[in-house]
């Protein structure tokens, strides 16, 4: 220790004033990178981050608090994984670099216009960075020698070319710079528009909120993530030193292991613009290998070249698809979280939940690119709203879901989860509702109360007169009461999981535990696990507005995984401190196949 002082940690202002920026980072990314994305505009990345520039230098002239740039940065690309587009890996990192870059720009110059545009140029210079990087990755250095003999063929027909093979490079990286700096000036004099006029000239049209990308069946591992990292590196050395059918066969043997694993993740193999990417690569090659010579050998080096590119493209392609499955693991993020990522956590949850009220207000995409200025102004000049908006605002209750058809054994599963996390030392609360069967049929289903292990007939099909009729079952009025009272407990008693078995179709008709659920969802708990009808799960969470951090289906579900993965989640929250955090995070389970109970 030096003794040196210490920057203070930054206040939760700056992580939520982040929040509100990178929330609105992120919706122009989903909304505009899936519109442009549909109509194949060519440097649509170029597009989205001058966009973004302007943002951020109209959220930097608003809030002149330092730090809040970067921060945004890294929540929207965290907030990216919500878009429908399949490769997120890529675009994640360019907008956390963008951030970073920007926020340097403002630092060298210390703010203002300056300052902004400085940023705004180094964040556009990232952009064209960022893309000469991945094709290097992708087809690696043969694509230096191909580039260099096509700009020799050029300047055969033209002349020479200033720079040589640096020209071309040198002008493009220069016009990223120009449209990286006039974006941010733009932005900045966006933020100094009048609220008014702008909300006049643009209004503001609900926008449908895209849904998630859907994902593959896979539980993430992080001995999966650890194989694809040792794996990918020596398959590109294989290929960089074997023989090309050496090579070939290495591939075809990796390939055909991850397909055991990450088959879906590696369809984008099979896309016809993947393998149109590469015919075109092809016949480039082979006119640049014709420069300065020509024959059979010319044309049979330059289709060799081609082959080794290809192939070390479907490797690359392939390996960063089974990286991306694989970074989902909530177990990365519990680490994260206990090592210093907490503050950086619960601003993405506060940028989730800030999300749909960002695009709900947002013009359409046609707009936004008709009228960059205008939108970009009518944006920014809605961020202290929003920010005011969010620190009022009730955060939604967290919850994990089993689900399934009925008699799939939902209520089994629960049991030994719930026997899992009380041998955890997790404090539970809530309601058990177990069911009988006779003749093939579910006959009944009994209330057990989680603290105490109390019982109680709840429902049968031949139940008492005096019982409450709900379909073809009749419903105990003293069984309901102590599931109700048990809901009441764990909710005053300070559990960390409140248990609800099950959330259906007497629940959304208003009956049930339909009155305490909206109780625990008013007043969340640290966390919901709840039981729910597949067929129900829709209706479910329309009905109450829940953020599904897992949805676990009964069927094929490992109760000691599940209770382990609760359990991490149950850290999570005492780590993040739930009381002092606004929003929540996304959904983030899918929906699978499985069981459940009337």
């Avoid at 982040?18 to 060519?42: Q, T």
């Avoid at 063929?153 to 070319?161: C, K, N, S, T, W």
């Avoid at 809530?430 to 105490?452: I, K, M, N, T, Y």
């Amino acid at each position: 220790m030096d003794g040196a002082p210490r920057e203070p940690p930054p206040t939760p202002l700056v992580w939520r004033q982040a929040a509100v920026l990178g929330s609105l980072w992120a919706a122009s990314e989903i909304l505009l990178g899936s519109f442009l994305h549909n109509l194949r505009v060519p440097l649509r990345g170029h597009v989205l981050t001058a966009i973004a520039i302007a943002i951020l230098a109209g959220g930097s002239r608003l809030w002149r608090q330092r730090g809040v740039v970067w921060r945004a940065g890294l929540i929207a690309a965290a907030m990216k994984s919500v878009s429908p587009s399949a490769v997120l890996l890529g675009p994640m990192v360019a907008i956390a670099m963008e951030g970073f870059l920007f926020e340097l720009g403002l630092a060298l110059v210390r703010g203002g216009l300056g300052g902004a545009v400085l940023g705004g140029a180094l964040a556009m210079s990232w952009t064209f960075a960022h893309q000469l990087g991945s094709l290097l990755i992708t087809y690696g250095l043969n694509l230096v020698e191909v580039y260099t003999r096509l700009v020799a063929l050029a300047e055969r027909q033209l002349g020479p070319i200033p720079l040589g093979a640096w020209g071309p490079l040198t002008a493009l990286a220069v016009l990223n710079l120009v449209v990286g700096a006039v974006a941010a000036a733009l932005g900045w004099r966006a933020a100094s528009q009048p609220a008014a006029a702008m909300a006049q000239t643009m209004g503001g049209t609900p926008q449908a909120f895209p849904a998630p990308r859907a994902r593959t069946p896979i539980t993430p591992h992080l001995g999966a993530l650890g194989a694809v990292a040792v794996a990918l590196p020596l398959g590109l050395l294989a290929l960089a030193r074997l023989p090309l059918p050496a090579g070939a066969a290495v591939l075809a043997a990796l390939l055909g292991l991850g397909a055991l694993r990450w088959g879906k993740a590696l369809q984008r193999l099979a896309r016809p613009r993947f393998w149109v990417g590469i015919l075109l690569l092809t016949g480039v090659t082979a006119v640049a290998f014709q420069v300065g010579r020509a024959g059979p050998e010319a044309a049979l080096e330059g289709l060799r070249v081609a082959a080794a590119m290809t192939l070390r493209a479907m490797l690359v392609t392939a390996g960063f698809a089974a990286v991306g499955v694989e970074l989902a693991n909530p177990r990365l993020r519990r680490w994260l979280a206990r090592w210093g990522a907490g503050r950086l956590l619960a601003a993405g949850e506060t940028a989730f939940a800030t999300l749909p009220a960002i695009i709900a207000a947002m013009p359409p995409a046609r707009t936004i690119l008709r009228h960059p200025l205008r939108a970009v102004s009518a944006q920014v000049q809605r961020l202290d709203a929003w920010l005011l908006q969010l620190d009022k605002q009730t955060p939604p209750a967290r919850a994990v879901i089993i689900t399934g058809e009925t008699g799939s054994g939902k209520t089994t599963l629960l049991a030994a989860v719930v026997e899992a996390l009380r041998a955890r030392g997790v404090r539970l609360g809530g309601v058990l509702a177990p069911g009988s069967w006779r003749d093939g049929r579910r006959w009944g289903f009994e209330v057990v109360e989680v603290g105490s292990g109390r019982r109680e007939p709840l429902a049968a099909r031949e139940g008492p007169p005096d019982w409450l009729p709900a379909g073809q079952f009749r419903v105990n009025p003293a069984g309901l009461e102590v599931g109700r009272a048990a809901l009441r407990a764990a909710r005053e008693g300070g559990a960390q999981v409140v248990i609800v078995d099950e959330v259906g179709p007497w629940e959304l008709a208003g009956h049930g535990w339909a009155a305490e659920l909206d109780t625990l969802v008013a007043q969340p708990p640290p966390l919901l696990l709840l039981v729910v009808r597949r067929a129900s799960l829709a209706a479910v969470l329309a009905r109450w507005p829940l953020v599904a951090l897992a949805v676990y289906p009964a069927a094929g579900s490992d109760p000691a995984k599940v209770a382990g993965e609760l359990a991490g989640l149950v850290e999570t929250e005492a780590t993040l401190g739930r009381g002092e955090h606004p929003g929540r995070q996304r959904p983030r389970g899918a929906v699978g196949a499985g069981g459940g109970q009337p």
